[in-house]
């Protein structure tokens, strides 16, 4: 018999019905793992526990619809889905809850991020891309709600790159651009800016995004009257949708229990999103928890009987078991074979699971228990490390952080002794913390031969008749070879495209590279900076600008979040090497003279920060970093654009090393350290001083993350024993973590003769005009004056008091 199934696609009853209940294996093990999941967390042996129970049926239909060489970016309810493309197991769900630390047994994040954080694995061993066009791919996830929207844009934007510029090397990537990025959020999050900003910009792109929003009528415990106009997102969005004059939204609604219903809007989403590149919302509805929000709290607390009741009725695994019931394609009988033949399956899978995870730290306690009889006999605190030693005897399945605490606890009680026993503990000790350090710390930045610090330098080379040039025709000319020499790059952000941005560094660059790679984007900085994520993430090379240092707080959430974790939340399994271009440090008033380094600093430990002091080396840095495979902020100075640098003859070749300071004026007395549009005041002041018998050595950092990697600054120190940190960042600021990595890191203290000190702007804004900035940030007669102190109070007689 033939017969039709939900997409209008003709197939035999025997062969729809193998899907069905394929799907329906798929469902009744997502939610085994659900229902044990949580018993694992009540029990103890998992901390927290999300699941995606309530939520199975749509997300099969999603996976029907997915195909090799498109993405998710998503939320932690995805489990089904990731299950539907073979992309989770019943071993790794639970290697996942466990946190263990093996990238074999928990694929998703290594165990660094919570169970229901999904992830596929985009590069090989070295870090090179695998073909992602032979694999289905999963971004990975981040827990803050609607992080994964900014990403996802980027995601589908590539699509349209891959399918409108010619010359881009796609084989790994894209098949003429026919790839969805498909997005999932729960409804509770669309309240947040972050998805407001990605439909806008989506619609305005016109990208095949398809986004689900899950909705359960809660986020947590709060209602959909809290969070959305009307309690309805398609019915708010409806503004947005397409019509025959205007390009915009295709907005499909759908129930979520309703399995054929679901299957055909998929379908529908993915014959419109491929081909004609248009952005789409499934809004699900009737969605269900059946055991609440997560394992931190009882949904009792605020749904009523009613709503539980109706959420026991229309609950979407129950009411598709009806549907095959009722259709046909299985009985009652056979049905409940299947159900306790998946409950085993899950049993034992999640018992192998535990296994694998307990194993290797077993095997360490075993190791560690003769280590430990050996040092107690000859000890005088032999009672006290044979205590230690049979409470972890007792533990059953033992955790490193148990088994570590043993060995190092005994090890205090040996203070004082020497053995060959103890030699042998101290080794082991070492051995195993050194090993499961990485397991918790490796991969923050990129460990493939391709990272950013191994990228040789290659100075800026002039002809002998080379011109002084207002400094941007420097980076114009560097990112005009840029875009000649990698048709892969990329660059947009606001009034970047047909002006050549507010400073005209890309002047004329859009006439010749199209308005796709030089492109205007909307006011929308954190989209600006997913967008950058999401195409980074499918092998281009996009730059994404930021007009001005002070807007970058914007985008600052998606940075930290999500761009600064990705290497490390995936152990090094996917990359995005996105450069982000910024302009900042002092020009005028609150708003454009920032210069928040301490902050950034602090918040995007996994990117690169680079404070190039002008535009040749700015010009450089892009250079090094297409070389590279990390991301990056570039701030080129606000008030530089105009002064004048030499032209290279160059372009595209020479590259301003990573990490690296460079001394920019040698002296004897004091140790100068400083970045950016300051230096030039630090060397106005140096050549005053020098009037005054003190020379000053001035070194510029130029790499805030990281730091001066070789420890040059300490030799310098060596030779002035004096040392001043200045920069424009608040008083405690950047400064403040330059002088922490000299003193600490470095062991500058121990060559200094004088107090180590700072000298940054005030602790506020920066204030307007000229006088503003005078008062505000550090002038040269500051830098004088400071520096003037430090040597006056070391040699009064030498250098007698200014006042
Ligand atoms: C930015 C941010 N705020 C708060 C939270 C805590 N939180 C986690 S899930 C959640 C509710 C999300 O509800 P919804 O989007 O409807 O998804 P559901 O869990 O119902 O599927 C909240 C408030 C968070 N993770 N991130
Ligand atoms: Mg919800």
């Given at each position: 018999?033939?017969?039709?199934?939900?997409?209008?696609?003709?197939?035999?009853?025997?062969?729809?019905?193998?899907?069905?209940?394929?799907?329906?294996?798929?469902?009744?093990?997502s939610r085994e793992c659900s229902l044990l999941g949580r018993r694992?967390?009540?029990?103890?042996?998992?901390?927290?526990?999300?699941?995606g129970d309530g939520k199975e049926i749509p997300q099969l239909a999603l996976a029907k619809a997915f195909k090799n060489g498109d993405f998710r970016s998503g939320y932690y309810r995805d489990q089904t889905f990731m299950m539907a493309i073979g992309a989770l197991n019943i071993e790794s769900f639970f290697a996942g809850l466990y946190a263990d630390s093996s990238v074999e047994n928990e694929p998703m994040s290594a165990g660094r991020q919570m169970g229901g954080h999904f992830g596929t694995h985009s590069l090989?061993?070295?870090?090179?891309?695998?073909?992602?066009?032979?694999?289905?791919?999963?971004?990975?996830?981040t827990s803050p709600t609607a992080s994964q929207m900014p990403r996802l844009l980027g995601l589908a934007q590539a699509s349209k790159i891959y399918r409108n510029v010619d010359g881009i090397d796609a084989e790994k990537f894209s098949d003429n651009g026919n790839e969805i990025a498909w997005g999932t959020i729960g409804n509770a999050s669309t309240s947040e800016g972050h998805f407001w900003e990605t439909i806008n910009a989506a619609g305005v792109l016109q990208v095949p995004m398809v986004i689900s929003v899950w909705d359960d009528e809660y986020g947590i415990s709060v209602h959909a009257r809290h969070q959305t106009t009307k309690e309805n997102i398609s019915e708010i969005l409806k503004g947005f949708q397409r019509d025959e004059e205007n390009k915009g939204f295709e907005i499909i609604v759908v129930n979520g229990w309703d399995y054929t219903?679901?299957?055909?809007?998929?379908?529908?989403?993915?014959?419109?999103?491929?081909?004609?590149?248009?952005?789409?919302?499934?809004?699900?509805?009737?969605?269900?928890?059946?055991?609440?929000?997560?394992?931190?709290?009882?949904?009792?607390?605020?749904?009523?009987?009613?709503?539980?009741?109706w959420e026991?009725?229309?609950?979407?695994?129950?009411k598709f078991r009806e549907w095959v019931i009722?259709?046909?394609?299985?009985?009652?009988?056979?049905?409940?074979?299947?159900?306790?033949?998946?409950?085993?399956?899950v049993r034992d899978g999640k018992k192998a699971a535990w296994l694998a995870y307990t194993q290797p730290m077993v095997k360490k306690q075993k190791e560690l228990l003769p280590l430990l009889d050996n040092v107690a006999s000859s000890s005088d605190n032999k009672d006290a490390i044979l205590s230690l030693k049979n409470e972890l005897s007792e533990i059953k399945d033992p955790i490193k952080k148990e088994i570590l605490m043993a060995a190092r606890k005994s090890l205090h009680y040996l203070i004082g002794s020497e053995s060959g026993a103890k030699k042998q503990l101290i080794d082991w000790i070492d051995a195993y913390t050194s090993g499961t350090q990485r397991d918790f710390s490796s991969n923050l930045y990129s460990e493939s031969n391709q990272n950013a610090l191994s990228v040789k330098e290659v100075k800026p080379s002039y002809s002998n008749e080379a011109r002084e040039v207002d400094a941007r025709i420097i980076l114009r000319d560097n990112f005009d070879k840029i875009f000649e020499t990698h048709p892969e790059a990329l660059i947009f952000g606001e009034d970047t495209g047909k002006i050549g941005d507010v400073n005209q560094g890309l002047e004329g660059l859009q006439n010749k590279y199209g308005s796709l790679r030089v492109a205007d984007t909307g006011i929308r900085e954190a989209t600006i900076l997913g967008q950058g994520i999401g195409m980074a993430m499918r092998g281009l090379r996009p730059i994404a600008e930021i007009q001005y240092l002070d807007y970058i707080l914007y985008a600052l959430q998606t940075m930290s979040d999500d761009l600064a974790t990705l290497q490390y939340r995936t152990k090094g399994k996917q990359k995005a090497p996105l450069i982000v271009r910024t302009r900042g440090h002092r020009l005028e008033g609150i708003w454009h003279s920032g210069s928040p380094m301490g902050a950034l600093?602090?918040?995007?430990?996994?990117?690169?920060?680079?404070?190039?002091?002008?535009?040749?080396?700015?010009?450089?840095?892009y250079n090094t970093l297409l070389e590279g495979d990390e991301p990056a902020l570039i701030i080129e100075c606000l008030n530089g654009y105009r002064l004048k640098e030499k032209l290279p003859n160059n372009f595209g070749e020479f590259k301003t090393p990573i990490g690296v300071v460079e001394t920019i004026k040698e002296g004897t007395d004091i140790t100068l350290v400083s970045y950016g549009s300051t230096l030039r005041l630090v060397e106005e002041a140096a050549r005053d001083l020098k009037e005054v018998g003190i020379h000053a050595e001035i070194i510029d950092v130029q790499s805030l993350l990281p730091l001066d990697i070789n420890k040059d600054i300490v030799k310098?120190?060596?030779?002035?024993?004096?040392?001043?940190v200045i920069d424009e960042d608040v008083p405690g600021g950047a400064s403040a973590y330059i002088l922490q990595n000299i003193l600490e890191v470095q062991n500058a203290y121990l060559h200094l003769d004088s107090k180590p000190q700072t000298l940054t702007a005030k602790a506020h804004r920066p204030s307007y005009g000229t006088d503003g900035d005078y008062f505000s940030k550090p002038s040269a007669e500051d830098i004088f004056e400071k520096i003037y102190g430090i040597m006056n109070e070391s040699d009064p007689e030498k250098y007698p008091a200014l006042k």
């Open positions: 018999m033939q017969i039709e199934t939900p997409s209008k696609i003709s197939i035999s009853f025997e062969d729809f019905k193998t899907e069905v209940l394929k799907d329906y294996k798929i469902a009744v093990t694992e967390v009540l029990t103890g042996k998992a901390k927290f526990g999300i699941f090989n061993e070295d870090g090179s891309w695998r073909n992602l066009m032979q694999q289905k791919n999963s971004s990975a996830d219903a679901v299957i055909e809007a998929y379908e529908k989403a993915a014959e419109i999103a491929r081909d004609l590149h248009v952005p789409i919302l499934i809004h699900v509805r009737e969605l269900t928890q059946p055991q609440g929000h997560s394992t931190s709290g009882s949904q009792e607390r605020y749904k009523n009987e009613d709503r539980l009741a026991r009725e229309f609950d979407c695994n129950v009722q259709n046909n394609f299985s009985t009652q009988e056979e049905l409940e074979t299947i159900d306790q033949e998946i409950k085993k399956q600093v602090h918040l995007l430990r996994g990117i690169h920060i680079l404070v190039p002091r002008n535009m040749t080396k700015a010009a450089g840095f310098s120190v060596e030779k002035t024993n004096r040392l001043l």
